[in-house]
């Protein structure tokens, strides 16, 4: 039998999708400082709209997959472009933190309408059972090649013009998603029994399994570490590294700021998970996920306390952002796929939309909290010590998860 290609026209948009979508979303943490310069913020300020932007994407995930499931992915994916843009316009005209915590909320829906829900799902319905495990993990693998050059590209545009054209340009990139979505055309790749079942059912025996909320509960902390780190990291490194770049080899290479090397820690972050996330894939397919997972969660326990402990200077946030990225996206491939595994195709966009709305609900604490703790106390030191005590949480959590088919005994 002639072997399924990995790479289907539904995989490669869902890839161009992702990559634009999650360009957008890994920049916000650019404009931190220069919005709260501008307008003379608390630093809470404009970190609560990105942690709404995060509340609004878990809540909006599941009522997206259930859309997409419901009515089709294409109309499922306008939606979230159209949305996404609009809330990034208005934005572009807010000038008070009420506004930008608004508009917040059309953001995080038109990302939960661009991202990972609605992309993983219609790439898992369409990939072979060989391929499904590695395809999720490209998909993953594309949100980190976004973020490569999200917040560089933001921190570029920031040098000639004001962040208010940056958001502009960036609905614009948003809106050209669509132009990909005659591309993409899923099958239904379900058995009869899974086409058979209603939604209610399938969600009345996920509810009912504690497994599943064992994976919604170590979810949190996924989403806790990246949304603090993504939101505050460029701050972070801009005022503890001090000026230290003068000379040697990150200058030579053109990182002449502490708000450069910021941003170059979120690509290098999205580089490193683009080997992580696919080393997850190919892992998924031969080892326990719940065990995989289990392994990432320690690792990140591990990277962020030692980080925290040894003096912050150029050389630990480039190591820490290696180290950190490896791990950073590695679990979406993994949940995602535990979920299909136990529970089948048919509503996979749901219920990971439901197990995802977890992880951003860890993502609003992980920036708000981010934001409060730095204003309260000029410094970001408790809230890593946070991430790393629900970091070790996710990884005993996930040990007692069963790893088989709903409705199917365990072994004997």
């Not at 683009?274 to 996920?289: N, P, T, V």
């Not at 409060?372 to 990884?395: C, E, H, K, L, P």
């Amino acid at each position: 039998m002639e072997k399924s290609p990995l790479f289907t026209p539904v995989l490669i948009v869902g890839c161009a999708i992702i990559i634009v979508s999650f360009a957008v979303r890994a920049s916000f943490g650019v404009f931190q400082i220069p919005i709260a310069e501008e307008f003379g913020w608390l630093r809470a300020e404009f970190s609560l709209a990105i942690a709404i932007q995060n509340l609004a994407w878990g809540i909006g995930q599941p009522i997206f997959g259930a859309l997409a499931e419901r009515m089709g992915d294409r109309k499922a994916i306008v939606a979230g472009s159209v949305i996404y843009a609009l809330g990034l316009i208005l934005s572009a005209g807010a000038e008070t933190p009420l506004a930008h915590q608004t508009y917040a909320w059309l953001v995080g829906f038109g990302i939960a309408g661009t991202g990972f829900g609605v992309i993983l799902a219609v790439v898992g319905r369409a990939a072979s059972d060989d391929n499904r495990s590695m395809a999720l993990a490209v998909v993953t693998a594309a949100g980190s090649a976004g973020q490569i050059f999200g917040a560089p590209v933001a921190e570029w545009l920031l040098g000639f013009m004001g962040w208010q054209s940056v958001f502009l340009i960036f609905a614009a990139a948003i809106l050209a998603i669509i132009l990909t979505l005659p591309f993409m055309r899923a099958p239904v790749q379900a058995d009869r029994t899974e086409l058979e079942e209603s939604m209610g059912t399938i969600l009345m025996r996920a509810f009912r399994d504690p497994s599943y909320a064992l994976i919604f509960l170590g979810f949190f902390s996924c989403g806790y570490q990246l949304g603090f780190i993504t939101a505050h990291f460029p701050a972070f490194v801009t005022e503890l590294c001090g000026p230290i770049l003068a000379g040697g080899v990150l200058h030579n290479m053109g990182i002449t700021t502490t708000s450069a090397l910021g941003a170059v820690a979120i690509s290098l972050i999205g580089a490193a998970n683009i080997a992580g996330s696919l080393a997850a894939g190919w892992a998924g397919k031969r080892y326990s996920k719940k065990y995989l997972l289990a392994g990432i969660y320690a690792g990140r326990t591990v990277v962020a306390s030692v980080f925290i402990l040894m003096p912050i200077t150029p050389a630990s946030v480039i190591v820490f952002s290696i180290a950190m990225g490896a791990l950073w996206l590695a679990t979406v491939p993994l949940t995602s796929g535990l979920i299909a595994h136990i529970y089948g195709l048919r509503y996979m966009g749901t219920l990971y939309g439901i197990i995802f709305f977890s992880h951003q609900l860890g993502s609003f604490v992980g920036v708000w909290l981010g934001g409060r703790m730095y204003d309260v106390y000029g410094t970001y030191t408790m809230v890593w010590w946070i991430g790393v005590g629900v970091g070790a949480f996710s990884a005993i959590v996930h040990l007692p998860v069963r790893e088989r088919p709903a409705g199917l005994p365990e072994p004997a």
